[in-house]
C-alpha cells in the first residue's frame, strides 16, 4: 500500500498515511512522524517481532536486510523493503547509516538515523519524488534522573524554565532546574506531594561548565538531599586550585589565644567567619590556618599569646586575643582579636571583632582576693567575668557547623584559672581549654583545630594552655 507524498513541500505541511500524521521539516529535508500517531516501530533482531502493526519496520543484521509489516486487506505480512538491492552490499539489502546529516546518493528502503536528534528516516519513492521520510521521532530531550520531554532540558540535564518544571510520575529527588527569572539553581528534594517542592541550592547559571572542579587540602565527599558535595579540609596552610570555576560555601577560623599565668584569664577564640556561594574563578589560592598562641609560663611577664590570622581569597578570620596574667598589674585590658582574651586581677576583657567573635570575660579578682581570671570569648558568646570569692569565669561557647556533612562545634573561648580553693573557669563548647586550679594547675590547651582558647593557669609557676590552630574548610556542589 503505497502513498504519493506531496512535491515541493513547504515547511510544515502534513500528509497523513496508514494512520499516521507526517509533518515536513525544512531543517532536515524529510517527513517526520508525527507524536500523535505514535510513529512506526522499528526492530533490530535477528528474529521477526511478534505481534507487529502496519507501517512497522525491522532490520534483520543477520542479512542486512529490512522489512516492512505490510496489510493488504488480505494478508498481513514482512516484505522487504527493497528486494532488488542498491543502497548496501553487493548482496543486496537497505543501507543503514547513522549520521547527523543525510547520506548522499541513497536507494529506496535505506536507513538514516539521525544521531543528534534521536530521529529514524526510511528514504522513499513513490514514484514521484523520493525523499527521507521519518517513521520515528525524538521523543523529548533527556532530563536528569527520568525527567525526559520537558522543554529546555539541556545537555547537563538541567531542566531551565521561568517557574518550576511540571513533575508528575517521572520525577526523582535531586533533579536541577534552573530558574531564569532569578538566575538560581534549585534541586527537587520531594517528589511525592502533589506540589513538588524545589529548593534553592544558589548553584548560579546552570551550564554545566561552572560547576567546580577543584583540588588541595584533605578532600571528602557526603550526600545530604541526594546531593553531592564535595569538602576540601585544609588543617594547615595550603594552596586550593581551582580548574574549573564556581561557588564554594567557606569556613574560616583563626589560630585561638592563649591563657594567662597565676589567675590568668582565658584566651579568646580565633575569628569565624562562614558564608555560601562564593566565586572562585579558575586559578591558585593560597590557604593560610592560622597558628594558636603558646602558652604562658608563670614567671612574669606572663599574659598569654595572640593567635594567628587564617586567609582564604579575601575572607581573613583574625587570631584570637591574648588571656591576660597576673604580673601584667591591676586594672590592665587582655588582649583583642577575633575573640577577645579574659582578664585577670581587675582588668578588662579583650574586645571581639564583630562577625567574627565576643569580647572576653573581666577579673573581679585583687591582689587581696585573687579567686580568678575571666574567661575568653567565643564565636557566639561572651567569656563570663570571674565571680568573685567563687569561681574563674568560662570562656564563651562556639558555633556549630554542618559544612563537612556533620555538625561540628568550634571556636570555644578559654576558661579562667583560680586561686585554690576557688573553682576554674570551663573552656566553652568547641574546644576551648579549661583554666587550672592551685599551685600545680596548668590550663588547658584548646583542641587542634578548632582555633579555640587556651585555658588560663592556677597559682604560682604552673603554665597555662595554648590556643588551638585554626582550620580552612571549603565545600561545593558535584
Known amino acids: 500500500m503505497a502513498t504519493d507524498f506531496p512535491n515541493s513541500p513547504a515547511n510544515g505541511a502534513t500528509h497523513t498515511f496508514g494512520g499516521t500524521v507526517y509533518t515536513y521539516s525544512t531543517s532536515v529535508g524529510a517527513w517526520t512522524a508525527g507524536s500523535s500517531a505514535g510513529g512506526a516501530s522499528v526492530t533490530v533482531s535477528e528474529t521477526a517481532p511478534s505481534s507487529p502493526a502496519e507501517g512497522d519496520l525491522w532490520f534483520d543484521p543477520s542479512v542486512l536486510k529490512t522489512f516492512v509489516y505490510y496489510n493488504d486487506g488480505t494478508a498481513n505480512q514482512w516484505v522487504q523493503n527493497n528486494p532488488t538491492g542498491g543502497g548496501g552490499s553487493s548482496g543486496g539489502g537497505a543501507s543503514v547509516t547513522a549520521s547527523d546529516t543525510a547520506p548522499s546518493s541513497p536507494s529506496a528502503g535505506d536507513l538514516w538515523y539521525k544521531s543528534d536528534t534521536n530521529a529514524l528516516y526510511v528514504y522513499y519513492n513513490d514514484g514521484d519524488s523520493s525523499q527521507w521520510v521519518g517513521v520515528s521521532g525524538p521523543t523529548g530531550a533527556a532530563g536528569v534522573d527520568g525527567v525526559d520531554g520537558v522543554d529546555g532540558v539541556d545537555a547537563a540535564g538541567i531542566t531551565k524554565s521561568a517557574s518550576d518544571p511540571t513533575i508528575t510520575t517521572n520525577g526523582s529527588v535531586g533533579d536541577l532546574w534552573l530558574n531564569t527569572t532569578n538566575g538560581e539553581m534549585y534541586a527537587l528534594t520531594d517528589a511525592t506531594s502533589n506540589d513538588n517542592v524545589w529548593t534553592n541550592i544558589g548553584e548560579g547559571t546552570g551550564n554545566i561548565s561552572s560547576i567546580l572542579v577543584a583540588s588541595g587540602g584533605t578532600e571528602t565527599t557526603y550526600t545530604s538531599n541526594n546531593i553531592n558535595y564535595k569538602v ?25 589565644g592563649s591563657g594567662g599565668a597565676q589567675h590568668g584569664g582565658g584566651g579568646g577564640a580565633g575569628g569565624y567567619r562562614a558564608g555560601s ?9 593560597s590557604i593560610t590556618v592560622g597558628a594558636g598562641g603558646a602558652f604562658a609560663t608563670g614567671a612574669s611577664p606572663n599574659s598569654g599569646s595572640s593567635g594567628t590570622n587564617s586567609v582564604f581569597s579575601s575572607i581573613t578570620s583574625l587570631g584570637g586575643g591574648w588571656g591576660e596574667g597576673w604580673s601584667a598589674g591591676s586594672g590592665n585590658t587582655a588582649g583583642s582579636g577575633g575573640s577577645g582574651g579574659g582578664a585577670s586581677l581587675n582588668g578588662t576583657g579583650g574586645a571581639g571583632t564583630s562577625g567574627q567573635g565576643y569580647a572576653g570575660g573581666s577579673s573581679t579578682s585583687s591582689s587581696t582576693f585573687p579567686n580568678g ?6 564565636s557566639a558568646g561572651v567569656g563570663e567575668d570571674s565571680i568573685n570569692l567563687s569561681r574563674a569565669g568560662n570562656g564563651g561557647s562556639g558555633t ?3 559544612i563537612t556533612g556533620t555538625s561540628v562545634t568550634r571556636a570555644g573561648g578559654g576558661g579562667g584559672g583560680s586561686h585554690s580553693p576557688y573553682a576554674i573557669g570551663t573552656g566553652g563548647s568547641g574546644g576551648g581549654g579549661d583554666g587550672g586550679i592551685g599551685n600545680s594547675g596548668a590550663g588547658v590547651a584548646g583542641v587542634v583545630n578548632t582555633g579555640s582558647g587556651g585555658g588560663g593557669s592556677g597559682s604560682n609557676a604552673s603554665n597555662s ?5 585554626g582550620i580552612v574548610i571549603l565545600r561545593y556542589i558535584t
Not at 576540601?232 to 589560630?255: C, K, M, P
Open 373 to 378: 581570671g575571666g574567661g575568653g570569648g567565643g
Open 277 to 285: 556561594n562564593f566565586s572562585v574563578p579558575a586559578g591558585s589560592y
Open 465 to 469: 594552655g595554648a590556643g588551638a590552630s
Open 232 to 256: 576540601h579540609t585544609f588543617t594547615s596552610s595550603g594552596t586550593f586550585t581551582v580548574s574549573n570555576s564556581g561557588e564554594v560555601d567557606y569556613l574560616v577560623i583563626a589560630g585561638g
Open 400 to 402: 556549630a557547623s554542618t
